[in-house]
């Protein structure tokens, strides 16, 4: 299968590599991006050669959120429209959440919006100490709402109400700290920190280990096609406030939303 928004390679070892490629877009997410990506799960999930997954970005970013035309597009659009290009979102999220391998954040950089929800499906993930992260909807009069169930898996309520309604930036120690990475590292050595996490598994059962993932999954807070359709509604719901449209033209306008000070 081939694909023009990501890649998807894989060693001799078994080890798959799924990189996000806009390098010209910092790996910002598009629609065609969020259909691949829910290929690309289906096809790694179906392939008994494949025992780990790395999931990085192309470039210095590993995902900067959702692409700017996308986002015009929902600006204008109706709401069905919305809660459709939602709900692809939440599935694409949902198949990498249930990828019955283990999946390995290589976080190369910035991740911003919908880049925190990518990082929050990974079982594992290794960052460069020099990214930075942020749940920026809110400056735009948004929610993150269908990354949201990952995200408060990930880090916890407590922790998730530091960061995820202020769209501060925040640097990849505090996003240790906060639960979303499991270990930040010198960019020098990221390559060998993802495969001291990706080497135990080549001593694993494959079968075992697709069942305690699946078992860690049953055990943990739900994530149904109730709480997805929740959280696809709540998003539609912010689309259509003033707040939204306010916060959307003034940064396609390149001007500061009436409420910043």
Same mark, same amino acid.
């Given at each position: 299968?081939?694909f023009?928004?990501?890649?998807v390679?894989?060693?001799?070892?078994?080890?798959?590599?799924?990189?996000?490629?806009?390098?010209?877009?910092?790996?910002?997410?598009?629609?065609?991006m969020?259909a691949?990506?829910?290929?690309?799960?289906?096809?790694?999930?179906?392939?008994?050669?494949?025992?780990?997954?790395?999931?990085?970005?192309?470039?210095?970013?590993?995902?900067?959120?959702?692409?700017?035309?996308w986002?015009?597009?929902?600006?204008?659009?109706e709401?069905?429209?919305?809660? @459709?290009? %939602?709900?692809?979102? /939440? &599935? =694409?999220? +949902?198949?990498?959440?249930?990828?019955?391998?283990?999946? $390995? #954040?290589?976080?190369n950089?910035?991740?911003?919006?919908?880049g925190?929800?990518?990082?929050?499906?990974c079982?594992?993930?290794v960052?460069?100490?020099?990214?930075?992260?942020?749940?920026?909807?809110?400056?735009l009069?948004?929610?993150?709402?269908?990354?949201?169930?990952?995200?408060?898996?990930?880090?916890?309520?407590?922790?998730?109400?530091?960061v995820?309604?202020?769209?501060?930036i925040?640097?990849?120690?505090?996003?240790?700290?906060?639960?979303?990475?499991?270990?930040?590292?010198?960019?020098?050595?990221?390559?060998?920190?993802?495969?001291a996490?990706?080497?135990?598994?080549?001593?694993?059962?494959?079968? @075992?280990? %697709?069942?305690?993932? /699946? &078992? =860690?999954? +049953?055990?943990?807070?739900?994530?149904?096609?109730?709480? $997805? #359709?929740?959280?696809?509604?709540?998003l539609?719901?912010?689309w259509?406030t003033?707040?939204?449209?306010?916060?959307?033209?003034?940064?396609?306008?390149?001007?500061?939303?009436?409420?910043?000070?």
């Open positions: 299968m081939s023009d928004t990501i890649r390679t894989t060693d001799e070892l078994g080890v798959a590599t799924l990189t996000l490629a806009r390098l010209h877009k910092h790996n910002a997410m598009s629609g065609q969020i691949e990506l829910t290929a690309a799960a289906e096809l790694l999930a179906n392939d008994d050669t494949v025992r780990a997954v790395v999931l990085t970005g192309e470039g210095d970013s590993f995902c900067a959120g959702a692409d700017l035309s986002m015009r597009a929902q600006a204008s659009a709401r069905d429209e919305r809660v @459709a290009e %939602a709900r692809k979102l /939440a &599935l =694409a999220l +949902r198949a990498l959440n249930e990828l019955p391998k283990p999946l $390995i #954040g290589r976080i950089g910035q991740a911003f919006g919908g925190l929800g990518l990082m929050s499906v079982d594992v993930a960052a460069v100490d020099t990214a930075r992260f942020g749940f920026t909807e809110v400056r009069g948004l929610i993150p709402a269908t990354i949201s169930p990952y995200v408060l898996v990930r880090m916890g309520e407590a922790r998730a109400r530091r995820f309604m202020s769209g501060r925040f640097d990849a120690n505090e996003a240790r700290e906060l639960g979303l990475l499991s270990r930040t590292v010198p960019p020098a050595d990221l390559e060998a920190a993802v495969e996490e990706v080497r135990p598994y080549r001593s694993a059962s494959p079968q @075992a280990v %697709a069942a305690a993932k /699946a &078992l =860690a999954r +049953r055990l943990g807070p739900a994530i149904d096609d109730a709480v $997805i #359709g929740e959280t696809i509604d709540l539609a719901d912010a259509e003033t707040d939204a449209a306010e916060g959307i033209a003034a940064f396609f306008d390149r001007r500061r939303p009436r409420w910043q000070t």
